[in-house]
């Protein structure tokens, strides 16, 4: 670069991909702004499971204790059968994941880990109520455009700006997003409610039903279940969509009374409509790429998709940090080799939803190994 100014990042989205990828180049000492389009960042009322392959990644961003001493550690994971209870596969979990794998399988309130990404970012580096309307090649740059009328010139654009990304739209043109019929149920709440003990971490296997059931604090005082269940006519993917108590249970009938307990004791339930896109060959071009959902969205069968996203920014700012902005057109192309073939491949297995079923659909060494900070990029 001629004139020295510093590189212009522009990240569109602040989810966890968004916010991990600004984080990760602020560590590596590049500077970027997020565009986010809502006003302000909300809670989302959802647990989620980092396996170790996330949880390093909040490791070199100085957050794995701050998220540790706020998550839920399962010694177990039961997968069960629906309606006897039999264990179809107990998955170790505690201290044997976290020899083997370096880095422990952390459960939490969604809250904890945004809390934790965001706390990495200064505030003037997040413009909130930014809603992206246009992205346009400018010679070696990208002109962003918003609602508001505003634009903004950058030497590098990043879409993770989720499953109906403006950047990937720009990318690979019109493509239909694919609804699976299936919806998932949720909700967190005060473990004293149940009444009784039940599994700290638990997936009931049905016929096209399953449950995940798992405590997301250390005193095991919250709760969180994702019930996924056929329900073809709904088609709303929202963090707030409100799902009705009684059609939740009537789908789980015949299920075992631990199960249907977490179900019944729920105060709320809210609905996401779980959708997809085909693995796509490419998603950048030489000044514009993605991460997480705009690249790669999957359903959360395999709780992989925040964690594919956190890889992704990682590996994406090591290699931003290797070169000034004319090296960024090389760095995108080693980027997308290095990520789709596994991203690819989770998005296929999590769409089997076998994963965890008995011994045999449990191979964890190839998702639960990888280390986006430490690995060699090829
Ligand atoms: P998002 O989180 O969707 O963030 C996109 C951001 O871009 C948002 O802030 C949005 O407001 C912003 N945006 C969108 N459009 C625009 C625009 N035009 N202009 C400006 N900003 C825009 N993953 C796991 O790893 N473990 C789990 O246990 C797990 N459980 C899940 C349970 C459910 C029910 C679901 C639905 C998903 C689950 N996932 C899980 C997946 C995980 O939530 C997603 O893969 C992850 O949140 C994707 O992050 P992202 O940053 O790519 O996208």
């Known amino acids: 670069m001629s004139d020295r100014r510093p590189p212009r990042i522009a990240v569109v989205g602040a989810g966890i991909g968004g916010l991990t990828v600004t984080a990760a180049l602020r ?20 647990g989620i499971q980092l396996t170790p392959n996330a949880v390093k990644v909040l490791r070199v961003l100085g957050l794995e204790q701050q998220v540790r001493a706020a998550a839920f550690a399962p010694e177990v994971g039961y997968n069960r059968d629906a309606r006897t209870g039999d264990v179809t596969f107990l998955h170790p979990m505690g201290k ?23 706390s990495q970012i200064p505030h003037e580096q997040i413009a909130f109520g930014k809603v992206l309307a246009g992205v346009d090649r400018e010679g070696d740059a990208v002109r962003l455009s918003f609602e508001d009328g505003d634009s903004v010139v950058a030497d590098l654009v990043i879409g993770a700006d989720g499953i109906h990304s403006i950047v990937r739209h720009t990318l690979v043109g019109e493509e239909a997003l694919s609804f699976t019929g299936r919806v998932a149920y949720r909700s967190v709440y005060r473990s004293e409610r149940l009444g009784r003990k039940i599994d700290d971490r638990v997936k009931w296997w049905g016929e096209e039903r399953h449950i995940v059931t798992y405590k997301i604090d250390p005193r095991r005082e919250e709760l969180y279940f994702i019930a996924s269940t056929p329900e073809p006519d709904f088609e709303v993917e929202s963090w707030s969509a409100l799902g009705d108590r009684d059609t939740l249970l009537a789908a789980y009938e015949g299920f075992h009374p631990d199960a249907r307990i977490v179900l019944e004791s729920a105060p709320d339930v809210r609905k996401w409509a779980l959708a997809v896109r085909k693995p796509l060959q490419s998603w950048s071009d ?3 790429t993605l991460l997480g959902d705009a690249a790669h ?24 940090s290797k070169t000034d902005p004319d090296g960024y057109p090389a760095a995108l192309k080693v980027y997308e080799a290095h990520r789709i073939p596994r991203t690819t491949r989770i998005q296929r297995a999590a769409s089997q939803n076998k994963w965890m ?18 690995g060699i990029i090829d």
């Open 27 to 46: 560590k590596l000492g590049l500077p970027a702004t997020i565009y986010e389009q809502a006003p302000a960042f909300g809670r989302v009322g959802a």
């Open 96 to 118: 044997v994941t976290e020899d083997r794998y370096d880095a422990p399988d952390l459960s939490m309130h969604r809250a904890v880990l945004h809390g934790a990404l965001e």
């Open 286 to 288: 030489e000044r514009i």
């Open 297 to 320: 969205p999957m359903v959360p069968y395999m709780a992989q998709g925040a964690g594919s996203a956190m890889e992704d920014a990682i590996i994406l700012a090591r290699l931003l």
């Open 357 to 374: 079923h008995t011994a045999s659909d449990t191979d964890t060494d190839w998702l639960y190994g990888y280390d986006a900070w430490n």
